[in-house]
């Protein structure tokens, strides 16, 4: 018994295209609203859209599902056939994955409590107050790092650094121009308790990241419909029907 069904499980897998079986990739998705969430059960946001559109025209059926970032960003260096998204393009990340985008840009800005004197129009201003608060190996955590803060307030989440800076017991969080008020908002915080300051540190783009192990043909298949996605106006649509909500 036990052989017929094994040589039935191998007749099945060996009559299943090949394409089918190489397309199948763990795909991790992080949650940052307006970029990727999860409402009702169901994933959301620019990010998936954009990755669905994708798969529709490669014809990719992986499936895709919410992901602690810490946990994400480690398994998809460490096991096979793997994606993480939205997650930002940095140099220090540049050699652990293998790329597919952009699928999204703004730029970043320092940002204080509204009732805040504090005034940052330089880095060297924002390296001076008491306390930033940074995610820990976040792209606010490994950018800043990076470039030689050594005042940074290192938590589990976007939203505890959000609570933090709503509480005063940090001074700053670095926030993206066009996403901050979804982040902060989801959070269950009013926007309008922020205010952006005068210092603009970087301009970021979210990509999507394969493992290294993930054949070159297939990078080469999702950017080209990536950039497919882009030219017919698809790409646009999802932005529009995202950040007008």
Do not use: C
Not at 196 to 206: E, F, H, I, V
Request: glycine content about 6%.
């Amino acid at each position: 018994m036990y052989k017929k069904l094994l040589l039935l499980t191998l007749f099945v897998v060996l009559a299943m295209p090949m394409q089918a079986i190489a397309a199948q990739l763990e795909m991790l998705v992080i949650s940052y609203p307006p970029l990727a969430w999860e409402e009702n059960g169901k994933l959301t946001g620019v990010a998936p859209e954009v990755v669905e559109a994708i798969q529709a025209r490669i014809n990719d059926t992986s499936s895709k599902a919410i992901t602690p970032w810490l946990r994400g960003y480690e398994q998809a260096q460490n096991m096979p056939r793997q994606a993480i998204f939205p997650i930002v393009r940095i140099p220090k990340r540049e050699k652990l994955f293998k790329w597919v985008g952009p699928i999204f840009g703004e730029g970043d800005y320092f940002f204080k409590h509204k009732d805040s004197a504090i005034v940052v129009n330089t880095i060297d201003d924002a390296k001076k107050v008491k306390r930033i608060a940074v995610r820990k190996e976040g792209y606010t955590h490994q950018t800043l790092k990076a470039k030689g803060f050594t005042n940074l307030d290192v938590g589990p989440s976007y939203d505890a650094s959000y609570k933090k800076l709503a509480e005063d017991r940090v001074d700053l969080v670095l926030l993206g121009e066009r996403t901050y008020y979804y982040m902060v908002k989801s959070a269950g915080l009013d926007p309008n308790l922020f205010e952006r300051t005068g210092y603009k540190l970087a301009d970021s783009s979210a990509w999507i990241a394969f493992s290294k192990d993930v054949p070159d043909a297939t990078i080469e298949a999702w950017q080209k419909a990536l950039d497919a996605i882009k030219a017919d106006g698809t790409f646009d649509k999802i932005m529009k029907h995202n950040f007008s909500r």
